[in-house]
């Protein structure tokens, strides 16, 4: 008979604990197959010696631990408790509940833990906690406790994993330090090997706890005893069930006297009167059909027989006859009706209809507008009550029978006031430069206040002279350029663009990193383009989906480097080397705190903050985490643009952290919505004219003008060309869009700074 092993289990409830005890003990024992087979059962000590204040960061400790060891597919045990001790460590230090270390001390929060799969133990001890494993009466050590690597801690990177086996009769203890001074490893030992876990635990917490010791403190304890279960069972065999009745099996008789007797002669009868029915019937009949034969016949005619096949031929002819009569009278009895005037009666009432909401629709128009008023301006509410009742009126009049013709006038009015309402403002774009059919995959804001164009048709860089409309190459696939060390390095297909410091950082489909640095005091497009030491970038995988930067070192012009990675489900940040020499891989870290699915991602902009565009939506996160309660708001105006937004690109006026505005592009409305950074309240809307094809199909966007600019210019990249448009109210039409010298020159505005990702 198999056998499998069953682990008992002894540790204090929560009404036992010392009133000063800070200890935290959590058990997972999985009853989902695959779970158990492949994580096995968690069991957690975390411990701290600073009294019941510590219990809330104890608590926090131990939560995370379990929540990502079980969340954490990515590799084996002991890998994934290395990583889930690492992610909670880096909680707990950024946590209001951290508990104060002093310069050179050591954390006050150890941990303990195990993890049982089968017959395999996992062990390992962080800080001021301790592991011990009974075996045959003797008491070891596993793994070597370091009480001095306490957490919080910024140097914690997962501890050493004791990997054994566990059989049955072992018992594992994990336990607080505190109590093993004040008891014993003796009497421990002692009640381990006599009494069951439980019994055990609560005699051991007895002796911490007595007068005599007059013990305080962590009192945590953790006993794990494993013993052999059957794995199968035999089910007890079926017994046969006899009849209880003893005339189980007899003829059925009545128990009346004579009863049986009259029932038999009863049927006698019946059956007789029955063939005497048969043999009348069958004399009538007889003397009937006789009769008819003696009278006289005419001669029969030859029969003839049809074959099936004809019969199902005139059958089907007959059916199709029948079929086609019914339809032309259908259709003769629907046109008569129609002709006899029914159809007239519901055209009359359509054009009523129609006719009773235009009429409608031009009054509440002309409450507005009337006789000199403008009640857009005296009274903005009651005009949007009036308006909004107008453009579904003109709804209406438009389903029966009224043409867009007929109601561009009344419309025009109408979209025009409730834009105004909605604070939407209609600007006027137009073509900065074109570059013919090119595909033009993204557009920053270089530092010398240039617009850099990524085209991945041509595979280069192009820096565009916002004032005069000059192009000029910066980088292109195949060139070649100085590196890391020396070694000439050379440039394979481009694929994304940032800028950072007084550089524009281009990312190639090798992941090599490139920089562009503009000549200082030059505007002409010199600059030097040269490879950054990045050691790392060879595990990144393909498809990263955005890169970005912030600056820590202004007068250096030093910049952390963010890129978004689908391999690794995560945005990996990389600080700066202290020269300036690149980005060694020993400063790479994950920025999300948890790792998440980030393929959806279309954009990111970095201000000490971090904004991502991820599925039509924009959140803001901090430290790794999404920001609790911050969200942008949603754009008003549902009534004419029912469709919620989709954004897909965002970019700002200012890289300084919860100041300025950002803007995002709402794909699904052909709209850039402008939001406060502190909140995500809306500033304002910019839409361009019905007739135009533009604000499309945006590639890449970016804002000129900086936070006290009165005229902030739109650019964006959109079918091949660069496009541009003021963001204030234009009136007539558009200036013919030719290619240079359409904007002011952005040189006397306030650029957004460059360093940081202005995408």
């Not at 600056?551 to 300036?580: M, R």
Request: glycine residues 12%; neutral net charge; contains cysteine.
């Amino acid at each position: 008979m198999a056998v499998r092993l069953h682990m008992n289990l002894g540790f204090l409830a929560e009404s036992q604990r010392l009133a000063d005890s800070a200890d935290t003990v959590i058990v997972v024992e999985p009853n989902i197959g695959s779970t158990s087979r492949t994580k096995g059962s968690l069991f957690l000590l975390v411990t701290g010696s600073g009294g019941r204040k510590l219990r809330d960061a104890t608590k926090l400790v131990a939560e995370r631990i379990r929540d990502d060891y079980y969340y954490d597919q990515s590799a084996g045990i002991s890998v994934c408790l290395r990583k889930s001790v690492h992610a909670a460590n880096r909680v707990l230090f950024h946590s209001t509940d951290r508990p104060p270390v002093a310069t050179g001390d050591s954390g006050p929060i150890g941990l303990a833990l195990a993890v049982v799969r089968g017959n395999e133990l996992y062990v390992a001890t962080v800080g001021p906690a301790e592991a011990y494993l009974v075996r045959q009466a003797r008491l070891l050590t596993l793994p070597d406790a370091s009480p001095n690597s306490g957490m919080p801690s910024q140097e914690i990177d997962g501890p050493e994993v004791w990997h054994g086996e566990i059989t049955a009769g072992d018992c594992l203890i994990l336990m607080s330090p505190n109590v093993t001074r004040r008891v014993g490893l003796g009497p421990i030992q002692d009640a381990v090997l006599q009494l069951h876990p439980q019994a055990a635990v609560e005699q051991i917490h007895r002796l911490f706890g007595s007068g005599s010791l007059g013990s305080t403190g962590g009192d945590g304890l953790l006993f794990v005893e494993a013993t052999e279960v059957a794995s199968t069972h035999k089910a007890a065999p079926l017994k046969p069930v006899w009849p209880g009745d003893s005339m189980s099996g007899a003829p059925d008789r009545s128990p009346i006297p004579l009863a049986d007797s009259v029932v038999g002669g009863v049927a006698v009868m019946q059956t007789t009167a029955r063939q005497a029915q048969l043999a009348a019937d069958g004399w009538l009949r007889r003397g009937i059909y006789g009769l008819f034969d003696r009278m006289p016949q005419r001669p029969l005619s030859r029969g003839r027989v049809t074959p099936m096949t004809v019969r199902r031929e005139r059958q089907q002819r007959a059916a199709f006859a029948i079929i086609g009569l019914l339809a032309v009278i259908t259709l003769v009895g629907t046109g008569a009706y129609f002709l006899n005037g029914a159809s007239h009666g519901d055209n009359v009432d359509r054009q009523q209809k129609g006719q009773q909401a235009f009429a409608k629709a031009q009054a509440d128009i002309n409450l507005v507008y009337g006789n000199g008023r403008n009640l857009m301006s005296s009274d903005p509410a009651t005009a949007d009550g009036y308006l909004e009742d107008a453009y579904n009126q003109l709804q209406i009049a438009q389903s029966n029978g009224y043409t867009n013709a007929m109601l561009a006038g009344p419309r025009a009015q109408v979209v025009g006031g409730l834009n105004k309402y909605y604070g939407v403002t209609i600007v006027q774009p137009q073509v900065v430069l074109s570059f013919g059919t090119d595909n033009l995959a993204d557009t920053v804001l270089g530092p010398d206040g240039a617009a850099y164009i990524l085209d991945t048709t041509a595979n280069k860089v192009y820096r565009v002279d916002l004032t005069t409309g000059a192009r000029l190459a910066v980088a292109a696939a195949g060139q070649q350029a100085p590196g890391p060390g020396g070694v000439t390095g050379v440039v394979t297909n481009l694929r994304l663009i940032t800028t950072g410091g007084g550089d524009v950082l281009i990312l190639d489909s090798s992941n090599s990193l490139w920089t562009w640095h503009p000549a200082t005091g030059n505007s002409s497009g010199r600059g030097v383009l040269k490879k950054i030491y990045m050691p790392d970038n060879e595990t990144w995988g393909l498809g990263a989906k955005a890169i970005g930067t912030f600056i820590t070192n202004s007068v250096l012009g030093q910049y952390n480097f963010y890129i978004v990675l689908p391999s690794e489900s995560q945005i990996i940040k990389y600080p700066p080397a202290p020269d300036g020499s690149g980005y060694p891989a020993a400063g790479r870290a994950n920025y999300l705190s948890v790792a998440q699915d980030v393929t959806s991602i279309t954009d990111m902009y970095v201000d000490g903050k971090v904004y991502l565009v991820d599925k039509g939506k924009i959140t803001q996160y901090q430290l790794g985490q999404a920001v609790h309660g911050w969200t942008v708001d949603v754009p008003p105006g549902k009534l004419i643009r029912p469709e919620p937004p989709y954004y897909t690109r965002l970019s700002a006026n200012t890289t300084a952290q919860d100041q300025g505005v950002f803007y995002g592009f709402d794909n699904q409305n052909r709209r850039v919505v402008a939001f406060k950074k502190v909140d995500g309240s809306i500033v304002g809307q910019y839409m361009v004219p019905d007739t135009t094809p533009w604000l499309t199909d945006v590639t890449g966007m970016f804002v000129t003008g900086g936070v006290d600019a009165t005229n902030p210019i739109l650019y964006w990249t959109e079918s091949g060309n660069l496009m541009g448009a003021a963001l204030v109210p234009t009136i007539g039409e558009a200036p013919s869009a030719s290619g240079s010298g359409l904007f002011p020159s952005t040189s006397g505005s306030s650029l957004p700074s460059a360093s940081a990702s202005t995408k």
